[in-house]
């Protein structure tokens, strides 16, 4: 695997959604092979003390990895958890060309286009094939499954948990002060972040 390569499966995952856009990861090559662990001091803060958020993050840079490394004709062997006693080293990842690997990945072109937006994605009521599409993903997932509030009255109390949870993040100085960390205010409100949120995302 040459340098640009490489540079381009670092791009790849360095475009993975993080909280925050926090980017809490760090690489790490020897050879052909990636280290992809956490940073502690990007990750473990008062919303991510159990390293959840900084696990998703983790798996979606992995992700983006992955699907742009097809795209150049590589496959990835993952050996995760590496050390049982660093829970911060995610995974060893060992790239190996494979020759069959040559079709090219769709989705791969969609990485770079990633943009934070706070916008709630549609408006007026969810379809009934979306609803079904959802619940089928939810019972994937051992034990779970979504709850859809039908009447007013369980709409206003789910509503209610929502608006509670909203409210503590700005009555609370520790939960405040980790929101504000985040923005980039002297990017203006016209300017993307590589890290951080720009103030126009929160509009």
Known sequence: MNRDIKIDILRAGIAAP?????????FAWYGDELDLRIDASRSGHVSDTRYVLS???????LENMIIHARSRGYVADLQTFPRRDDDLWVVRIRWR???EC?????????????????????????TTD????LNAQARQIPGQRLY???????RKA??????????LRFRSPTLHAELFSSIRFAAGWHTAC????APATLA
């Not at 993080?18 to 760090?26: F, G, I, K």
């Not at 859809?148 to 369980?154: G, L, V």
């Not at 509503?159 to 509670?164: A, E, F, G, K, S």
Request: glycine share 6%; net charge negative; hydrophobic share 30%.
């Open 102 to 126: 040559d079709q090219p990945e769709p989705l791969a072109a969609a990485i770079t286009q990633r943009h934070t937006d706070r916008r709630f994605p549609w408006g007026g009521q969810i």
């Open 55 to 61: 696990d998703l993050a983790a798996g979606a840079c």
């Open 158 to 167: 789910a509503l209610t948990v929502i608006r509670q949870a909203e409210t």
């Open 130 to 133: 979306t609803q079904t599409r």
């Open 18 to 26: 993080s909280a925050d856009n926090s980017q809490p990861w760090r």
């Open 194 to 197: 590589e890290e951080g949120l």
């Open 97 to 99: 060309h494979d020759p």
């Open 148 to 154: 859809w509030p039908q009447t007013p009255r369980e």
